[in-house]
């Protein structure tokens, strides 16, 4: 029985960049392998849903949600619906990325090659080919420092065959089931923004590594420019997510990251940039005490791709 690989597909208001991504997958060479696509739409106000209820006969399941729970509780319901299935690896793909033609038979290759691989990461590129990650790195102040962003391949012919990192960006990248059942899976509380880092971080703790798989490649196409609505949305999450991060995997990094928080919230300029930061301390508040938060603390913009 050949084996299978499912990739999980998050959309939310991707009406534009859906169907470039869907065309490329399917074109998606892989040998020994069964790829099973699976689209979960977190209830986009666009016409996304009528996009991909196109490729109904050509993907394995189309998940329509009746809200939005974010990135990470759309992954946990797809991970859920298939539980009962006897797969090794899963993948997570961004619904505004173009894959090349082997891009997954490199990530399969190196997570069957060394049982000691956690999670890989395929070599972002943006559209006009610079790279737009290739993982990165927690700093004190729990900020992301992204590797090589915004440089350009100039040695592909001596590119390793994997590189070691502290996370990998969900926007293409393959996970081993048993290390992401280990871990904990996603923690549906960061909602958008640091959920796979987090996730990333555990992981490693386990002893597994997280790894840039270079000579996969794929194109990203990111947020692009930000609205108001939406640059507050993005400093929100972030903001907060960083701290809960933080608390998670790098206590000791805590305290300096609020007092650097609660200045810049003091100093900040413009009064909504003030009090987005401002909330963000009393939100992480009600989160690390135990508020089981029903609802989004923020409300999302009219989109919301992972960059």
């Not at 090659?113 to 956690?118: F, V």
């Not at 090589?148 to 926007?171: N, Q």
């Not at 996730?199 to 997280?210: E, Q």
Request: aromatic share 12%.
């Amino acid at each position: 029985m050949m084996e299978v690989i499912p990739v999980i597909i998050v959309t939310y208001n991707n009406e534009e960049t859906i169907d470039p991504c869907l065309t490329s997958l399917l074109k998606t060479k892989l040998e020994g392998m069964k790829m099973e696509v699976i689209i979960v739409d977190n209830a986009s106000k666009d016409f996304t849903r009528e996009r991909i209820l196109k490729y109904e006969r050509k993907v394995s399941k189309i998940m329509l949600l009746d809200r939005n729970y974010g990135y990470p509780g759309a992954i946990i319901r797809a991970l859920n619906s298939i539980k009962e299935k006897p797969y090794k690896y899963f993948v997570l793909l961004n619904p505004d990325t173009i894959v090349t033609e082997s891009w997954l038979s490199e990530l399969t290759g190196i997570m069957k090659e060394d049982p000691r691989i956690g999670v890989a990461q395929s070599l972002l590129l943006s559209m006009d080919g610079s790279i737009d990650s290739a993982g990165g790195f927690v700093n004190l102040l729990g900020y992301p420092i992204e590797l090589f962003k915004g440089k350009r391949l100039t040695f592909e012919k001596r590119l390793p065959r994997y590189v070691e990192i502290g996370y990998a960006k969900g926007a293409a990248s393959i996970f081993r089931r048993e290390a992401y059942v280990r871990a904990g899976g996603f923690d549906e509380r960061f909602f958008f923004y640091y959920d796979e880092t987090d996730l990333c971080y555990r992981i490693r703790r386990l002893g597994y590594k997280v790894v840039l798989i270079p000579r996969s490649i794929v194109y990203h196409k990111g947020l692009g420019s930000k609205s108001p609505s939406k640059e507050l949305f993005v400093l929100y999450y972030m903001e907060r997510n960083k701290l809960l991060f933080l608390i998670k995997n790098m206590p000791y990094c805590l305290l300096p990251s609020l007092l650097w928080s609660l200045v810049r919230a003091l100093k900040s300029g413009k009064p909504r940039y003030r009090h987005i930061r401002l909330k963000v301390l009393l939100d992480f508040i009600r989160l690390t005490i135990g508020c089981q938060l029903k609802e989004p603390l923020y409300l999302e913009p009219k989109s919301q791709a992972k960059e």
